[in-house]
């Protein structure tokens, strides 16, 4: 590729920044804009010295500019967005991110990870532990993690670790995003259905899993938790080695034993029953170490790292911003979830039940992911806070006229008024107020969502510290 100015029009999403940020290792002159964002992607780009403009705009579309890359947003559409539209009346190469990331990945051996949860804190672990094994590998991880610099980095290493993602490429291109890779390894989480509104079915999901499968070559391998949804099924479609992997299920290749869940957990690491390792990490919940025992396998089973590497880096990692963050020291632990799924968010409440069995969690909710506005999986709220001692329900946003099945902040709070006691605040200042009434010190404060909070990711820890 030629390297002069690339634009990302969109660059604020959690993928478009980590790209504008492996671009710009490369040598390309990075700019871009976006709209309604919110933290921290703005103070990501800010510290890579990466400018955008914070509304799109025919002019941002220069002359000197050598390729396009946009997002895949509602709001990036041709009809409605005048910036998209220039971009494609000009005469400069547009490509999706998938396009630029496959081929910076060119030459290299790609691990990628996929799965409908957990994608980017394995992605991040696998990254660290081959980075503390000093392998120098390349990574692209959707979120920020909190040991790296940066959520992506170009290398001379051989292994290049990428999350994949299931959603479209463009909106020129409904091909999911990790069928533009060439994996030489590929390790799947679960394949439980996500992304309602574009994977109109669970089969329809399922297939885009299984045409990813098809492209690991024989030399490769798939490494699979064992008992996650649809798994199985979607495991046979690869023509290559196969090693699952499990929490406790010996059944698995790769699980642990001796499980013990505190300030830190610690278990014993199984490969085929001989014990492997004695393991300590700082993440929470059995989800996280499920994630381990997945790294685990696809690192270890071809060597890639050596065991006393591994045990040493999962020591010191400490995960992903957002994904059950504390976000004070002191006071009534606040802690911020990534919830924009049920599973994702039964996982918040499980795991702090798991780590603070003698408090009660007060949740602080918003419906930002479109599957919890939409009215096909209103029975999520049927049993979602059932373990959650006190719920404020914060507004839904609305993704307009067009989208599909969507429900207001009014029908999903009679529906969960149906089933359980709950708070309704309109503003940060009203969600503020709320917990200052009801919070005790036997509390834990889970703040969860997918999207911006009102604000309360940063007022809240400030309250409670």
Known sequence: MKQNKAHLIGICGAGMSALAVLLKESGWNVTGSDTNFFEPIPSYLKRNKIKFNAKYSSKNISKDIDLVIIGKNVNLSPQTNPEVK????????????????????ENKESLVIVGSYGKSTATALASWCLKEAHKDPSYFIGAIPIDFKNSSHLS?????????????????????????????????ISGMHDHVNIFKTEQAYKETYKKLMKKIPKAGILVYALNAKNNKEISKEAN????????????????????????????????????????????LGKH?????????????????VSVKDFVKAIKNFSGIKRRIE??????????????????????????????????DIVAVFEPHAFSWRNKKFLPWYK???????????????????KAEGQISSKEILREVKK???????????????ILKKIVTKNDVIALVSSGPMLGLTASVPKLFK
């Open 419 to 433: 089933h359980k006691d709950v708070f309704f605040a309109k503003t940060e200042k009203d969600a503020l107020a």
């Open 86 to 105: 220039e971009a494609l009346r000009s005469n400069i190469p547009i490509k999706s991110l998938p396009e630029i990331l496959a081929l910076l990945a």
């Open 326 to 359: 504390l976000k004070n020291k002191t006071g009534i632990p606040v802690y911020e979830g990534f919830g924009s799924s049920y599973e994702k968010t039964r996982a918040i409440f499980e795991t702090l039940h798991l780590h603070f069995p003698n408090k």
């Open 383 to 401: 049993n979602i806070f059932n373990d959650v001692k006190e719920v404020i329900l914060l507004p839904a946003v609305s993704r307009g006229k």
């Open 240 to 283: 290559c080695k196969k090693v699952s992997y499990a929490l406790d299920d010996k059944k698995a290749n790769w699980y642990g034993v001796d499980f013990n869940y505190s300030k830190n957990t610690t278990f014993t690491l199984v490969h085929n029953g001989k014990k492997i390792a004695n393991i300590t990490t700082k993440l």
């Open 156 to 188: 001379k290493g051989k292994e290049f670790v990428i999350e994949g993602d299931e959603y479209p490429s463009s909106n020129a291109d409904d091909r999911s995003k990790f069928l533009h890779f060439s994996p030489s390894s590929v390790m799947l």
């Open 288 to 304: 996280n170490v499920e994630n381990i025992i997945g790294v685990g396998a696809l690192l270890l089973e071809e060597k890639r």
